[in-house]
Antibody, heavy 121, light 107 residues
Framework: QLQLQESGPGLVKPSETLSLTCSVSGGSISDSTYFWGWIRQPPGKGLEWIGSIYYSGRIHYNPSLRSRVTISVDTSKSQFSLKVTSVTAADTAVYFC?????????????WGQGTLVTVSS | DIQMTQSPSSLSASVGDGVTITCRASQSISRSLNWYQQKPGKAPKLLIYAASSLQSGVPSRFSGSGSGTDFVLTIRSLQPEDVAAYYCQQSYSAPVTFGQGTKVEIK
């Protein structure tokens, strides 16, 4: 059974870089059927798609975050990662990693449990 | 970006009632519309994809309809375990966008 697990610091200082990793188990990150993505949810608010990556490294970003976000994949470790630079309090959110079948901007059929990242000094 | 608007933002219904949630897109998205259920403290769960296809394992009391700009999620007979927030999502074009959510409570 596919499992996605986010990991990374839960507290990041303003202006620094947020870094998270998603570990994929129970399935292959190199499966050509799927994209892998990041979605975030500020406390008490709605969902925002950050971006998606294919195992080959092809990436699609949300233009609203494009200047500060980098998504990468390491197929040897079965992991993909997210970096958000120059963070502010507005980046405080639960960050989910997820699987998207068939399209970078498609439906999301599996989600990690999510990890809360708080931006505060 | 395609804007997704859900209504109502919250609703309260009795166990056994039928419930409908609507989602409107700012432009035509064909049938590229998905619905998710999110319980407190949990990740969202895919219920319906491509407007009306039921995701594997989802109870048949959930159904979806619509095309173009107007879509509906229906819960045929509300159960206590259906208390959650529900989100629509368009997958017609990047960037993916979500509705603001509808909170469903038991009266």
């Amino acid at each position: 059974q596919l499992q996605l697990q986010e990991s990374g610091p839960g507290l990041v200082k303003p202006s620094e870089t947020l870094s998270l990793t998603c570990s994929v188990s129970g399935g292959s990150i190199s499966d050509s059927t799927y994209f892998w993505g990041w979605i975030r949810q500020p406390p008490g608010k709605g969902l925002e798609w950050i971006g998606s990556i294919y195992y080959s490294g092809r990436i699609h970003y949300n233009p609203s975050l494009r200047s500060r976000v980098t998504i990468s994949v390491d197929t040897s470790k079965s992991q993909f990662s997210l970096k958000v630079t120059s963070v502010t309090a507005a980046d405080t959110a639960v960050y989910f990693c997820a699987r998207l079948p068939g399209a970078a901007a498609g439906r999301i059929d599996h989600w990690g449990q999510g990890t809360l990242v708080t931006v505060s000094s | 970006d395609i804007q997704m608007t859900q209504s109502p933002s919250s609703l309260s219904a009795s166990v056994g009632d039928g419930v409908t949630i609507t989602c409107r897109a700012s432009q035509s998205i064909s049938r590229s519309l998905n619905w998710y259920q999110q319980k407190p403290g949990k990740a969202p769960k895919l219920l319906i994809y491509a407007a009306s296809s039921l995701q594997s394992g989802v109870p048949s009391r959930f159904s979806g309809s619509g095309s173009g700009t107007d879509f509906v999620l229906t819960i045929r007979s509300l159960q206590p375990e259906d208390v959650a927030a529900y989100y629509c999502q368009q997958s017609y074009s990047a960037p993916v966008t979500f509705g603001q959510g509808t909170k469903v409570e038991i009266k």
